[in-house]
């Protein structure tokens, strides 16, 4: 599926990429669910996130994490308090430590309080694109607080892109166990 531009389309690929997570989540089986992702064997997993996440906890709190940045981002610009979306001390070059401060943040965390987390915060984004245009979503700088992109690129990032990498991730830890 091609990146949305649309409002329309953004709603149908988080939800079409979010479905697809859960079914693969569903079609689990309890070995897959016990034991711990390993990408060490495989050299092109080079990227931080292939050894910080160690389960599907992991993964779904990385989502709901992201989910929360990008609602509470929204929420105080909307309302007038200019923020990053990323929060201090945070930047694009290092928010791979943000990840894994959210990372060891959850470690106690539940996977079924993970999962309702997810559904919940992704229930919320949706909510929150409702009453946003197509041009509030798609036009660049159409909000001065998104920078030189649109919103709708942090909404694509945060949800159907965001679930894509997770759906592969869990293929990735599937394929291992083969």
Same mark, same amino acid.
């Given at each position: 599926?091609? &990146? ?52 599907? &906890? ?52 539940? %996977? ?24 509030? %979503? ?12 649109? %919103? ?17 991730? %869990? ?8």
């Amino acid at each position: 599926m091609a &990146r949305p531009t649309s409002k329309t389309d953004l709603i149908e690929a988080a939800n079409s990429n979010f479905d697809k997570l859960w079914q693969l989540i569903d079609s689990l089986t309890e070995i897959a669910l016990k034991t711990e992702f390993n990408f060490s064997e495989d050299a092109s997993k080079k990227e931080a996130h292939w050894s910080r996440d160690k389960n599907l &906890r992991d993964v779904l709190i990385h989502l709901f994490e992201w989910h929360k940045l990008l609602l509470n981002w929204v929420s105080s610009n909307k309302s007038g308090n200019k923020t990053d979306f990323l929060p201090k001390p945070y930047n694009w070059k290092t928010y791979g430590e943000m990840n894994v401060a959210f990372w060891k943040k959850h470690q106690n965390t539940s %996977l079924t309080d993970a999962k309702e987390l997810l559904k919940n915060s992704h229930k919320d984004v949706l909510e929150l694109l409702q009453p946003l245009s197509n041009e509030e %979503l798609f036009t660049k700088q159409y909000y001065d607080w998104t920078g030189t992109t649109t %919103l709708g690129s942090y909404c694509v990032s945060a949800t159907s892109s965001h679930y894509d990498w997770a759906i592969k991730k %869990l293929k990735a830890h599937l394929s291992n166990l083969a």
